[in-house]
Structure formats: structure tokens, C-alpha cells
């Protein structure tokens, strides 16, 4: 079955840390470039980063950018959000998505996850 | 930075009916331009991509047209279970952004 599946989410303060995983399956990992897209509470969709199939590269929204590291891991089918300095703004749903195969960075997503909610509050 | 405009927050149409959606991109994305249906508690759903092209599974009476600046998602015959929000995405600018549109709420009377 293709899918995506997030892990991690759950309630932390602010200026604290989290690290999201979403785990892969039913398709070749290593031949997609991922990306995560968030979505506050009653709210529309925000992109957040993309990563390269080897993860070689990644690039993040200005919104993030210096506070969320976006790595993978081949091997284990697994993709992941290091989200640090974390603030009351960044609470929100978390998904993983999938790129479209053979469009490099040019892609829409066609797979998503169920998402993860990442609530930031002390 | 790219900001792609959906010109209305909330559409109300009858089933049966047609439904216009619009995308309005502030600079020309070319073709690269996506459509997302999200319902309520669900993640986004991938409808059209590449502007115009259905994704796999998705029902014919959905269609997309535009290029450059301005982009129309069509629901013909619309049914219940189409509603939704409705999000128009670009995937055209280096480096890498993706951005959405603030989204249409079709609700359907």
C-alpha cells in the first residue's frame, strides 16, 4: 500500500524542540523529492521545505528557515522535521508529501500523509 | 515571492451545477500550477497538475485550465461529496517555493 505516515507530534513549549518522522511505504523512496507542508488550526496550507532524493539539498520557507532541518534516511524509508526554537505560531497540523516522480523540484504532491499535530504552548 | 490570489473565500452552488474556481498567480508560474481538494479532518488531495492534467483517479468532471497568471478549476455537475476547500498551488520558482492559495470553500446548497 502506498502512504505516507507521520510520527512525533504532540505538545511542547516554546523555545523547545521536536523532531518529526514520517515513514514511507509502497514505493521508491529514494527516487522522490519530499517536502512538508503545514496547516494551523482553521487555517490554509503552508508550504514549508523540500529535499532532494539523496538529501543532498534542502531548501525551507523564510518562515522557518535557520529553526527546521529537513533529513532523510534511505534506508529506512523515513523522512524527518528537526524543528527547534520553536514558537506559539508553529502550532499546526504537519504533513509529509510526496513530489510527483521525474520533476525534479517541479512537482505538485501527490501523496500526502494523515498529518501530526505539533502544538507549541507552555 | 509568488502570491497566488483565489478570488473567492466561500462559493454556495447547487448540485447538479457547475462550479468556477479561480487562481490568480501575482507573476506568470507557466503551466505549473496544481489543484488540492482538502474535506474536513482530511489531508489535501492532489486533483490537477501541470494546470490542466488530472491526477490518477480523480473523476472527469473535474477540470483545469489557465497558463502564465490565471488558472480556473471547473467541477461539472457538482455532487455532494464535492465539497470541500479547494487550494491552487505554483511549483515554478527557483529556489524551490511552493505556494498556495488561501483557499475556496465550496460548500454546495
Known amino acids: 500500500h502506498v502512504q505516507l505516515v507521520e510520527s512525533g507530534g504532540g505538545v511542547v513549549q516554546p523555545g523547545r524542540s521536536l523532531r518529526l518522522s514520517c515513514a514511507a511505504s509502497?514505493?521508491?523512496?529514494?527516487?522522490?523529492?519530499l517536502s512538508w507542508v503545514r496547516q494551523p488550526p482553521g487555517k490554509g496550507l503552508e508550504w514549508l521545505a523540500v529535499?532532494?532524493?539523496?538529501?543532498?539539498?534542502?531548501y525551507y520557507a523564510d518562515s522557518v528557515k535557520g529553526r527546521f532541518t529537513l533529513s532523510r534516511d534511505n534506508s529506512k524509508n523515513t523522512l524527518f522535521l528537526q524543528m527547534s526554537s520553536l514558537r506559539p505560531e508553529d502550532t499546526a497540523v504537519y504533513y509529509c508529501?510526496?513530489?510527483?516522480?521525474?520533476?525534479?523540484?517541479?512537482?505538485?504532491?501527490?501523496?500526502w500523509g494523515q498529518g501530526t499535530m505539533v502544538t507549541v504552548s507552555s | 515571492e509568488i502570491v497566488m490570489t483565489q478570488s473567492s473565500a466561500t462559493l454556495s452552488v447547487s448540485p447538479g451545477e457547475r462550479a468556477t474556481l479561480s487562481c490568480r498567480a501575482s507573476?506568470?508560474?507557466?503551466?505549473?500550477l496544481a489543484w488540492y481538494q482538502q474535506k474536513p479532518g482530511q489531508a489535501p488531495r492532489l486533483l490537477i497538475y501541470?494546470?490542466?492534467t488530472r491526477a490518477a483517479g480523480i473523476p472527469a468532471r473535474f477540470s483545469g485550465s489557465g497558463s502564465g497568471t490565471e488558472f480556473t478549476l471547473t467541477i461539472s455537475s457538482l455532487q455532494s461529496e464535492d465539497s470541500a476547500v479547494y487550494y491552487c498551488?505554483?511549483?515554478?520558482?527557483?529556489?524551490?517555493?511552493?505556494?498556495f492559495g488561501q483557499g475556496t470553500k465550496l460548500e454546495i446548497k
Open positions: 508529501s510526496r513530489l510527483s516522480a521525474g520533476t525534479r523540484w517541479f512537482g505538485a504532491f501527490d501523496l
Open positions: 509502497g514505493f521508491t523512496f529514494s527516487g522522490h523529492f
Open positions: 529535499i532532494s532524493p539523496d538529501g543532498s539539498s534542502a
Open positions: 507573476q506568470s508560474v507557466n503551466s505549473n
Open positions: 501541470g494546470a490542466s
Open positions: 498551488q505554483h511549483y515554478n520558482k527557483w529556489p524551490p517555493m511552493y505556494t
